[in-house]
């Protein structure tokens, strides 16, 4: 029986003479609709804390509040808690697109609005979302008289654990903004990590701590403080400080997903979403999921140049066959990187001289756009702004506009320098730098899903800020890198081991869709392999979401590769339903994903360096009817080390009643379709 909210939900105010107390006071809690998760926010003299509890067994122990300011030294004393409000929230909505095509969202909130005790008197609220399987919480600050804007140094907000655990982690603030191998240490071992980290403790408790809805504000990293006690650092500005805002603001949403499994902890990812605005761009129809092909597999084993000259990739007579290819393969999309001026020199992180409006001499955009029209493909732009971000941006309106009239509704953007090198201009014309996830530059990717909305252009950010799922408020940010993708298996320093998919499921795939451009059938790189099977390339195509997803390898390659590659034509982009059916943190996977345009259902199941023999039964399909299973596994002998191509395709019927036995070579991984009859 549901309870009522007020016997779930419980303040208690309290007066200044908190602020002497000897021990700390729980004065206002909340729980879950379904009393699985509740959070108690303290008091102890004048400061405030929170704690997080599972069917009543701690989780996160008690915890600071509060930020260090500019000026004024730190908002987190001589606060009492003078008012509180609650209510309870229970919806469903459709996404345009995504994982699943409707997404609940059922949380109890409370808010409690705390005030400084003596001068300058400032109030702030702090807000929390409770779900059963997570809660984000967020500070807001009204307009008052103490003050119209303040400037944010750091965070105090604390993540203190209740039980040790293991941690997966890339770390923050270093040069590569988020493209590391991830760590699997002991949490005591974590550094400053970027978000999501995921954590799971000696009890099997999966705990994900990340953000949402980061808005004009600093990326939040995770410093670990003491033992297992983290705290939130921003991430810096060329000013010195994190965050400067005029007042009325909220921040980001910090958020903790909580369940049990690794499994459950994907699923709860619903959590991020949940906690952005609604989609404030209105029908985005004009977004068409798909998958692509494109010049830029053979750029990364340097076959062909970005560059004009005698290597360059970008000429007319290439972009004509790869669009030829598309069209007899059933892709709707043809990424074309190096079509512009600016790639000649040094471009990385001096990206002055590209021009988004204008094409070079051996690239006639107007005749391609044309002819790719007439076979029913559309070219992906590409910006890649070499981190010269002002730069871009006073281009961005006009080149988003000839996107518009020549049909490119899709464009690949990028911010290739080293963490801290995004350019700024400031008003007096001078140059500043700051960093990928800092105050500006999330500022700048708004900027530019704003600017792309209007001529009806959807984004994939690459060298990006982190999702923290405002795709769900600007559905045209349809997906981005922010991790270690497959352009690495082409450099090989090193490549990606076995085990880089798995961790990315249950790290940075908790935050959204990535462009990961799986399907590499070559599994050859510059001068080393790829440490993957061919099943196993397919198989990414369910296991990494994204809504435009590339065909990364060479048409030669799938021409020599027939049968796996029909797989690649066969898997949509959009999904109506998704359950992940097992799965480790770095360890392996499964995914089932019902297409949103017809009854068929795909499976992909993936392993890191060892092989497994997984039983997974089939009882996400629909009762009572029959399917035909297309089977792409890893075939005898397979091995991502000496037998990578081994592989087997078969058919046989299925039903909802059936258990598949998936076997799974060290490395490797099993594609299947289920075609309804």
């Not at 997080?52 to 908002?75: D, H, Q, Y």
């Not at 070219?379 to 002002?390: K, P």
Request: net charge negative; charged share 25%; aromatic share 12%.
């Amino acid at each position: 029986m549901r309870r009522p909210v007020l016997s779930i939900v419980h303040a208690v105010l309290a007066c200044a003479l908190l602020a002497s107390a000897v021990h700390a006071e729980t004065v206002a809690t909340v729980a879950s609709p379904n009393d699985v998760l509740t959070v108690e926010i303290d008091l102890h003299e004048g400061r405030v804390g929170y704690r997080v509890e599972r069917f009543g067994e701690p989780v996160i122990e008690t915890s600071a509040l509060g930020f260090m300011l500019r000026g004024s030294g730190k908002l987190e004393r001589n606060l009492a808690l003078t008012d509180t409000a609650t209510r309870s929230f229970d919806q469903t909505w459709e996404q345009p697109w995504g994982e699943d095509r409707h997404v609940r969202n059922h949380y109890n909130e409370l808010r409690a609005t705390l005030t400084e005790t003596v001068a300058p008197r400032r109030t702030f609220d702090i807000v929390f979302r409770v779900y059963d399987d997570g809660i984000g919480f967020r500070y807001g600050f009204p307009e008052q008289a103490a003050a119209d804007e303040l400037i944010i140094d750091d965070e105090l907000t604390e993540f203190a654990l209740a039980d040790p655990a293991t941690a997966w982690w890339i770390p923050a603030g270093e040069w590569n903004r988020y493209e590391y191998l991830y760590n699997r240490t002991p949490l005591s071992e974590v550094t400053t990590a970027h978000t999501p980290m995921t954590v799971r403790t000696e009890d099997g408790l999966h705990i994900a701590f990340h953000e949402a809805a980061l808005v004009d504000y600093a990326g939040m990293w995770l410093r670990r403080t003491d033992g297992r006690r983290f705290r939130a650092q921003l991430a810096p500005a060329s000013e010195g400080w994190k965050v400067r805002r005029t007042l009325p603001f909220n921040t980001p949403w910090r958020t903790l997903q909580i369940a049990d499994s690794a499994a459950a902890l994907y699923e709860s990812s619903d959590l991020i979403l949940n906690l952005n605005e609604p989609n404030r761009l209105g029908d985005v129809s004009w977004f068409t999921p798909a998958k692509y092909v494109g010049i830029w597999w053979s750029l990364h084993l340097e076959d062909e140049s970005w560059a004009t000259g005698a290597r360059h990739g970008a000429t007319t007579a290439n972009t004509k066959r790869y669009v030829d290819f598309a069209a007899e393969h059933g892709f709707r999309g043809v990424l074309v990187e190096g079509w512009n001026p600016g790639w000649d020199g040094q471009w990385f992180g001096n990206g002055y001289d590209f021009d988004f409006t204008r094409a070079t001499p051996d690239f006639d955009i107007e005749a391609l756009s044309a002819y790719a029209k007439s076979r029913g493909v559309h070219l992906i732009g590409h910006h890649e702004t070499g981190c010269a971000v002002s730069h871009y941006e006073e281009q961005m309106a006009d080149a988003f506009a000839m996107n518009q009239r020549l049909g490119i509704d899709v464009v690949k953007t990028g911010y290739v320098c080293d963490a801290g090198g995004i350019e700024r201009r400031l008003p007096d014309g001078s140059i500043t730098r700051e960093w990928h996830d800092g105050q500006w530059n999330a500022g700048h990717h708004l900027r530019v899903l704003e600017a792309a909305a209007k001529h009806h252009v959807a984004i994939n950010a690459h060298e990006p800020i982190k999702d923290t799922g405002l795709r769900r408020t600007y559905p045209n940010w349809v997906s981005r890198e922010g991790a270690r993708g497959m352009e690495y298996g082409a450099w090989g320093n090193p490549t990606n081991p076995p085990e880089h998919e798995a961790n990315l499921v249950f790290t940075r795939m908790l935050s959204g869709p990535m462009d990961y451009t799986p399907g590499i059938l070559s599994l050859q790189g510059r001068g080393q392999a790829i440490q993957t099977t061919i099943a196993k390339q397919l198989a990414l195509y369910v296991v990494l979401y994204s809504p435009v997803q590339m065909a990364a390898d060479l048409p030669e390659n799938y021409a020599r590769h027939m049968e796996a590659f029909q797989f690649i034509k066969d898997v949509p982009a959009d999904w109506a339903r998704t359950e992940v059916l097992n799965g480790e943190v770095g360890d392996y996977v499964t995914f089932a994903r019902k297409d949103r345009n017809s009854a068929d259902w795909y499976l992909g199941s993936i392993t890191d360096e060892h092989g497994r023999v997984l039983q997974v039964p089939l009882s996400f399909l629909e009762p009572g009817r029959r399917y035909t299973a297309q089977v792409y596994r890893d075939g005898d002998g397979a091995h991502w080390q000496d037998a990578p191509f081994a592989f087997e395709r078969e058919s046989f019927e299925v039903t909802s009643a059936d258990v598949l036995t998936l076997r799974l070579a060290a490395g490797g991984g099993q594609a299947v379709r289920f075609v309804a009859q």
